[in-house]
């Protein structure tokens, strides 16, 4: 655990200050954070395997297990696709789907 939030912290991804973690009021703790990225990180790399969806057409944003998906999608399948593999993603906990189809 060590390793990876020293990894973390060293990727810019966590800031550190000198009397501990900077967390405001209605953010994510660094655990939920880290949590929620990993998730966005799975869902966009299903996204890039899947020959029905494009990647680089839908962004996935994810908040304490709720991924929100928004972009244009060609179809109504590449939406559906979207969504059916980012709610089969581990660590997912809801899909907000915002994916507007646009032919």
Excluded: H, W
Aim: contains cysteine.
């Amino acid at each position: 655990m060590k390793n990876t939030v020293a990894a973390l912290a060293l990727s810019g991804l966590i800031g550190f200050t000198a009397v501990g973690c900077a967390v405001t009021r209605d953010q994510s703790t660094i655990g939920e954070y880290v949590d929620d990225s990993t998730v966005t990180t799975r869902v966009k790399a299903k996204f890039a395997e899947d020959p029905t969806v494009s990647a680089m057409s839908i962004s996935v944003e994810t908040l304490k297990g709720t991924v929100q998906l928004s972009g244009f999608a060609k179809s109504v399948t590449e939406r559906n696709q979207a969504e059916m593999l980012a709610r089969r993603t581990p660590g997912v906990k809801r899909v907000q789907n915002d994916i507007v189809v646009r032919p």
